[in-house]
């Protein structure tokens, strides 16, 4: 397939270009610079340069451009500001989706995979009730985490409605592995800047890099239209557990307790970490045929330490 991939030189971006390339597609990646257009080149990608929050810009860039599928990979998560990341990526999940299904129209284009998140599920406690893709997903909430999750349902809907488009939604779990946010992390843990709730915080769903693009790459070919793919690894874990195997894999000492009324400070990491939920990945791996190839945080961990030592 010719797959116009926006998001190539991002997180997931980066190994979804390389393995869609090594499966024999071919990939048209859209950035906005000239340095990340380079990087594509090398890696084996053609290159379109435009904004996708530009309308005029996109589809002007895209003239003579053809390509069976789209696939968005795009959020403003780069930044250490977090009101600007969640501002930028509702944009990127909103307005951005609409352009790019625009986009798949002007190139041709009839399948488009679009990233979402697990958190669309609720930011709350779930309880031990394992969360399928039958969960509600997206509904209103107040307040700026209400934002966050209506964009959300919005880019579904947008991708799963849109005439002649086969749509298909990516619910991953956090992202870790080789990116600039985990070495974010890292460095934390082995500085010990990194606290975690004495309570050990509520249980999050981990998806290495490498396996949300494998994941990615099986949605293009196997994935049914009109359907939304949960991919996290198999092991839930407590944020706590998490990043107490990390610091062990680097040999740098516990992450320190702090009651949780003081991450209230931060009401985003708050709810983030105050979140519990265990999500089934069966849907994915009976469908795609898909697989994690790093099972759980303990493999991933592991990965991730040697590559940083
Ligand atoms: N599920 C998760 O846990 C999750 C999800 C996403 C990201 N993250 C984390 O957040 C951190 C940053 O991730 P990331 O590198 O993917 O995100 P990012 O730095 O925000 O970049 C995402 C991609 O979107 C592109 N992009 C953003 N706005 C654009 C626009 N207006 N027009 C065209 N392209 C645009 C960027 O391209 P150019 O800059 O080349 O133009 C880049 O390829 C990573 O550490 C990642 O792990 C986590």
Redesign the pocket.
């Known amino acids: 397939m010719r797959v116009l991939l926006?998001?190539?030189?991002?997180?997931?971006?980066t190994p979804l270009t390389r393995q869609l390339i090594a499966a024999g597609h071919q990939v048209v990646g859209?950035?906005?610079?000239a340095a990340?257009a380079e990087r594509l080149r090398n890696a084996g990608a053609e290159v379109v340069v435009?904004?996708?929050?530009d309308r005029g810009d996109l589809l002007a860039a895209l003239r003579g451009v053809a390509a069976d599928a789209v696939v968005h990979?795009?959020?403003?998560?780069?930044t250490t500001k977090i009101r600007q990341a969640r501002l930028g990526t509702n944009a990127?999940r909103t307005t951005?989706t609409a352009h790019l299904l625009e986009a798949a129209r002007a190139v041709g284009a009839h399948r488009f995979i679009t990233?979402s998140?697990v958190f669309g599920y609720g930011y709350r406690d779930h309880g031990p009730r394992v969360i399928t893709e039958d969960a509600p997903f997206g509904e209103p909430i107040p307040g700026t985490l209400g934002t966050v999750v209506a964009a959300l349902r919005s880019n579904e809907e947008q991708v799963f409605t849109a005439d002649e488009i086969e749509g298909i939604s990516m619910r991953?779990?956090?992202?870790y592995g080789q990116?600039?946010?985990?070495r974010m992390i890292v460095n934390a843990v082995r500085r010990r800047r990194l606290a975690v709730p004495t309570s050990g915080g509520g249980f999050g769903n981990f998806i290495y890099l490498d396996d949300a693009a494998a994941a990615t790459v099986a949605a293009l070919e196997k994935g049914r239209p009109g359907q939304a793919y949960n991919i996290v690894d198999d092991e839930p874990v407590r944020f706590a557990d998490y990043v107490d195997t990390l610091a062990a894999e680097l040999g740098a000492p516990r992450p320190r307790r702090l009651p949780g009324w003081v991450f209230r400070a931060i009401p985003y990491l708050h709810a983030i970490i105050s979140t519990s939920m265990r999500v089934s990945n069966a849907k994915a791996k009976r469908e795609l045929g898909w697989t994690p190839a790093v099972p759980s945080y303990r493999e991933g961990l592991r990965l991730v330490a040697s590559a940083m030592r």
């Open positions: 926006a998001g190539a030189s991002g997180a997931v971006g859209i950035t906005r610079s990340n435009a904004d996708v929050m990979q795009l959020t403003n998560l780069g990127l951005g990233q998140i991953y779990g956090f992202f990116d600039a946010f985990t």
